[in-house]
C-alpha cells in the first residue's frame, strides 16, 4: 500500500471493483481499492446473480446492455471465470394491463437499439420453461441476452483485470476516517493514512457511514430480501439445457437454475427495513434467518407458478440485506461541497448495473462528464430534504413492495408525501386540486369537479381526460392561473455576476428590465439546462429552470463559479403564480397602476400586485399572453386569494401541470427530461437558435461551433401529429418510416385545442421533412403518425407576443 494514490475505491463489492477497473482502463494507473474485510464480504457474496434487459429508464437499461456485454470481457482479461449462464431470460404478464406493458416496454427496448428481445405466447413460455405454469398468463417478452453468474468469480474478475492494468487492491484494511484536505483526502484505515485526490464511496451496506465520515446523510437504507435453492428436482435434471431466468410479475417472483434445481427469489410486500444506519463494521458473510411466514402469500405463489418446486425440499435460505435509494436506482457521482468525493453506491442491482455504474463514473472524474446521459442514478437527482430517516424508510419501502408491481404513468404514490408545500397548498386542495411530487414540493396536476373524483391509473387516457380539456381551454379563451412555487430561482449579485453569467450561459445575457432564454452548455457541448435568466436592472439576476434539478444545477454553478459572485438558492423563499390567456392583463390591470401594459414581451420589473410587492416578468410556456408573478412565501396565499377574487368575472380558473404539459406540446416547447437532456446538443433541440455566437468566450463553444461548423446533428427534434384515438406517446416510442427505425418520441399528448394526439421525437434527419409519412407505436400499437410544422397552435406566436 503507497502512501498516495490520485484514486482511493471504498469498497469491494462488485460496484467497487467495477470502478476500480474502469478507472484503471481508461487511464489512472495510480489506483487502490481498500475493503476492510475481503472481497464480496458484503452483499455480493449473497446476491443471486442475475442479469435481465427491462428497466423503467432506457439510458439505464443501455448502461445494463454494456455490463453484459462487459462480462465476458473482464473474464478474458482476468482469466477468471465469471460462470457466465446465458440462458435467456422471460418477463410473464398475467393482467391485461401488464401485457399492454410489456408489449410497450418492447417497443422501447427497440427505440434505444436492444434488438434481443421479442414479445412471445404463453404457449411458447411454456415451451422456453417447461417447469413454468402458464395458468393465468397472457403473454410475455424474452430476451437473449439474459441469465446469471457467479458473483464471487465476478468481483474477482473485476479486481483481478484491474490489476493487470495496474491497480491495487488492499483488503483487511478498513477505513476509520476522512479527512479533506485542499487537494483531496486523508483516507485513515487500519493500516495507515492514504492521501488521495480522490474517493469513491462504493460501501455497499456501509455507504451511509462513509458518507458519514465527510459529513454527507445519503438517501440508502437496506432491506432484507429472500431468496431459496431447492433441492435436485427430476425434471430440471432431465432437461437438455438450462430453463431460462424468468420473472412472473403478478407473483412477485424471479427464478432461475441452480444446478439440477431452482433458485427462487422474492421481492414481497411486507418488506423489512434493516440496519438503516449501515451494517456493523464486523457484519460480511453472515445472513439473517428466513422468515417464511413474512413472505408466506408471495411463497405460496412461487409454488402455484412451477408447481415442481411443491415435491422437493429446500436446500438453502438466504436472507440477506441490499441497499437501496428511494427510487431504486443507484446514487452515482460527485457530491457539491465536497471536491474529490464521489459516490457509487445504492446499486442494488450491482451485477446487472455494476459495469455500467464504473464505466459512467470513470468518465465523470477522467473527462469530466460520462459519455451516456445518467441523470437518473445521479445523486444530485436527491435533496436535502431526502436525508430524512422517515423519507428514507417510506420511500425505499415502497420501492421494494412495488419492485413487481404495475406501477402507471398518471398513478401518485404515497411515500414520503406530502413533505414540501406551498403556502396556498390548502387553499387549493380545498379548490379540488390533485397534486403530483416535484423534489419533494407538492405541485397541482389539476382541478378536479367534485371532492369525490378520483383517476384512475391507466396507461391510456385517464378519466382526468376532460378535466384538462376544460382547464386548457381556459388558458387559450380566458385566464389560467397556475400556482408556480415548483419552478427554481436562483439569485446572482455581486460585481462579477455578469461576468460570470455571461461564461456560463451560451445566449446573449437580456438589457435591464428583460428576460432571455439561455441554454447551458458543458465542455463537449451538450445541454445543462434550458433555463431563462431575468436582469431585474438593479445588479440583481435571476436563474430559474426545472424544481427537481435544484441540487444538480447548483453543484454546476458552484463547479464553475467566477470570481465576485454571490450566488443564493430562493426557490423555497420566492414562490408565485404564472397567469395566461387572452384576459390576464385585464386581470392584473385590475390590481396595479404600475404600467403593466407597457411591459414587452419577455419584459420584467417590480409592480405593486394588490397589497404585494411583487416580481413579475411577461412570459409564457402556454403559448398566451402571460405573466409570471413572484412573491415571498408568506405572500403566497393572499397572493392567490388576491388573483382569484379579480379574475372571477374575467372567466379565470384555477389549472395544474397536465394542462400546462398540453399546452406546451402545442407550441413545440421542449421541456427538460424529455426533448432537452445532458445527452443531447443544443443543435439537436433547435436551442442552438438561442446561442450567442458572437460571445469570444462561454462554457461549451469549442465543440458548439463544431458541430454548427460541420455537417450538424444527425438526428434533431421535430413535431408529429399521430393518428391515435384511446391513448396518446408518453415518451421513448420508436418511430418508423417504412419499417425502419429512425428516432423515438421524446414526450407526447393530447393537445386539447387542435383536437389532435401530438408528440415531439428525436429522429434522423432524412425523414424530419415536413409532411414525412411515419409510424408510431403507443402502448404496443402501430399508429400512422407524420412530421408536421413546428407550433400546430398560433405558429406565428400572435398570442404570446401581440398586444397586452
Not at 95 to 102: F, G, M, N, Q, S
Not at 223 to 233: F, P, V
Not at 443 to 456: I, K, S
Amino acid at each position: 500500500m503507497q502512501s498516495h494514490y490520485r484514486a482511493v475505491v471504498i469498497g469491494g463489492g462488485v460496484v467497487g471493483a467495477s470502478v476500480l477497473y474502469h478507472l484503471a482502463k481508461f487511464g489512472w494507473k495510480d489506483v487502490c481499492l481498500i475493503e476492510r474485510n475481503v472481497l464480496t464480504a458484503g452483499s455480493s457474496w449473497h446476491a443471486a446473480g442475475g442479469f435481465h434487459a427491462l428497466n423503467a429508464d432506457p439510458n439505464i437499461a443501455s448502461l445494463q446492455a454494456y455490463t453484459i456485454d462487459l462480462l465476458s470481457e473482464i473474464e478474458k482479461e482476468s482469466g477468471q471465470s465469471v460462470g457466465m449462464h446465458m440462458t435467456g431470460g422471460m418477463t410473464l404478464a398475467g393482467t391485461p394491463d401488464r401485457w399492454e406493458w410489456l408489449q410497450s416496454a418492447y417497443r422501447t427496448f427497440q427505440s434505444i437499439g436492444i434488438d434481443d428481445v421479442r414479445l412471445i405466447s404463453p404457449k411458447e413460455a411454456g415451451e422456453l420453461n417447461p417447469l413454468v405454469s402458464t395458468h393465468g398468463i397472457l403473454g410475455g417478452m424474452y430476451a437473449e441476452r439474459e441469465g446469471y453468474v457467479d458473483t464471487t468469480g465476478t468481483v474477482h474478475a473485476y479486481a483481478g483485470a484491474a490489476k493487470k492494468y495496474g491497480a491495487e487492491v488492499v483488503e483487511h484494511n478498513r477505513v476509520l476516517e476522512l479527512i479533506q484536505t485542499s487537494d483531496g483526502w486523508d483516507v485513515v484505515t487500519k493500516k495507515g493514512t492514504i492521501h488521495a485526490e480522490h474517493v469513491v464511496n462504493a460501501g455497499g451496506l456501509w455507504a451511509k457511514q462513509v458518507g458519514r465520515m465527510a459529513g454527507i446523510e445519503l438517501p440508502v437504507s437496506p432491506l432484507n430480501h429472500h431468496y431459496l435453492i431447492s433441492d435436485t428436482i427430476p425434471e430440471v435434471a432431465a432437461l437438455d439445457k438450462e430453463m431460462p431466468l424468468t420473472v412472473d410479475l403478478e407473483g412477485f417472483t424471479y427464478m432461475r437454475q441452480d444446478q439440477q434445481g431452482m433458485l427462487l427469489g422474492i421481492y414481497e410486500i411486507d418488506h423489512e427495513h434493516w440496519m438503516m444506519d449501515g451494517a456493523p463494521w464486523e457484519y460480511g458473510f453472515e445472513l439473517q434467518q428466513e422468515d417464511t411466514d413474512r413472505i408466506e402469500k408471495e411463497l405460496t405463489l412461487g409454488f402455484e407458478r412451477y408447481p415442481a418446486l411443491q415435491k422437493v425440499g429446500v436446500k438453502t435460505w438466504v436472507n440477506g440485506a441490499f441497499t437501496f435509494a428511494p427510487d431504486g436506482n443507484p446514487l452515482v457521482g460527485p457530491v457539491r461541497g465536497k471536491p474529490g468525493y464521489w459516490c457509487a453506491c445504492g446499486v442494488m442491482a450491482g451485477f446487472l448495473q455494476g459495469g455500467g455504474v464504473g464505466k459512467s463514473l470513470a468518465e465523470w472524474m477522467i473527462h469530466g462528464e460520462p459519455e451516456a446521459d445518467v441523470f437518473g442514478m445521479d445523486v444530485a437527482r436527491f435533496g436535502p430534504y431526502a436525508a430524512n430517516k422517515e423519507y428514507i424508510k417510506q420511500t425505499t419501502g415502497q420501492f421494494y413492495t412495488r419492485r413487481f408491481v404495475m406501477t402507471y404513468p398518471n398513478e401518485q404514490l404515497p411515500a414520503g408525501r406530502p413533505l414540501k408545500k406551498a403556502p396556498a397548498y390548502s387553499g387549493m386542495t380545498a379548490a379540488g386540486c390533485r397534486w403530483g411530487a416535484s423534489w419533494g414540493l407538492e405541485v397541482p396536476l389539476y382541478f378536479a369537479p367534485t371532492a369525490d373524483f378520483t383517476e384512475t391509473p391507466t396507461l391510456k387516457r385517464s378519466n382526468a381526460h376532460e378535466i384538462v380539456a376544460e382547464e386548457c381551454k381556459a388558458v387559450r379563451e380566458a385566464a389560467g392561473l397556475l400556482d408556480i412555487s415548483g419552478f427554481s430561482r436562483f439569485e446572482v449579485s455581486g460585481a462579477g455576476a455578469a461576468a460570470w453569467l455571461d461564461k456560463i450561459m451560451a445566449s446573449k445575457l437580456p438589457a435591464p428590465g428583460r428576460a432571455r432564454l439561455a441554454p447551458m452548455l458543458s465542455t463537449e457541448g451538450k445541454l445543462k439546462g434550458d433555463l431563462t435568466v431575468f436582469n431585474w436592472g438593479d445588479g440583481t439576476w435571476w436563474i430559474m429552470g426545472s424544481y427537481y434539478l435544484r441540487e444538480w444545477h447548483m453543484r454546476w454553478f458552484t463547479d464553475h463559479m467566477g470570481e465576485n459572485v454571490i450566488l443564493r438558492d430562493i426557490a423555497d423563499a420566492t414562490v408565485g403564480f404564472s397567469l395566461s390567456g387572452p384576459n390576464s392583463l385585464k386581470v392584473l390591470e385590475k390590481l396595479t397602476d404600475g404600467p403593466i401594459g407597457d411591459l414587452p414581451f419577455m419584459g420584467c420589473g417590480t409592480f405593486d400586485v394588490g397589497l404585494i410587492r411583487a416580481k413579475v416578468g411577461r412570459l409564457s410556456v402556454s403559448g398566451e399572453l402571460g405573466y409570471e408573478i413572484h412573491c415571498s412565501a408568506a405572500e403566497h396565499i393572499t397572493l392567490r386569494e388576491t388573483l382569484l377574487a379579480a379574475g372571477a368575472d374575467l372567466g379565470m380558473r384555477e389549472v395544474g401541470f397536465n394542462a400546462l404539459l398540453s399546452l406546451r406540446l402545442e407550441k413545440s416547447f421542449g421541456i427538460w427530461g424529455a426533448e432537452f437532456t445532458q445527452g443531447y446538443t443544443a443543435a439537436q433541440t433547435g436551442m442552438d437558435r438561442w446561442i450567442d455566437w458572437s460571445k469570444p468566450d462561454f462554457i461549451g463553444r469549442d465543440a458548439a461551433l463544431k458541430e454548427r461548423d460541420g455537417n450538424g446533428p444527425e438526428q434533431i427534434v421535430v413535431m408529429l401529429e399521430i393518428d391515435a384515438s384511446d391513448a396518446d406517446a408518453s415518451g421513448y416510442e420508436p418511430v418508423w418510416k417504412d419499417g425502419a427505425l429512425v428516432g423515438f418520441v421524446t414526450s407526447g399528448g393530447y393537445g386539447h385545442t387542435v383536437g389532435k394526439s401530438l408528440a415531439m421525437a428525436m429522429i434522423d434527419r432524412a425523414a424530419s421533412a415536413e409532411g414525412t409519412e411515419l409510424a408510431v407505436h403507443i402502448v404496443g400499437a402501430e399508429r400512422p403518425a407524420r412530421v408536421i410544422a413546428a407550433s400546430p397552435y398560433d405558429a406565428e406566436g400572435k398570442g404570446m407576443r401581440g398586444a397586452g
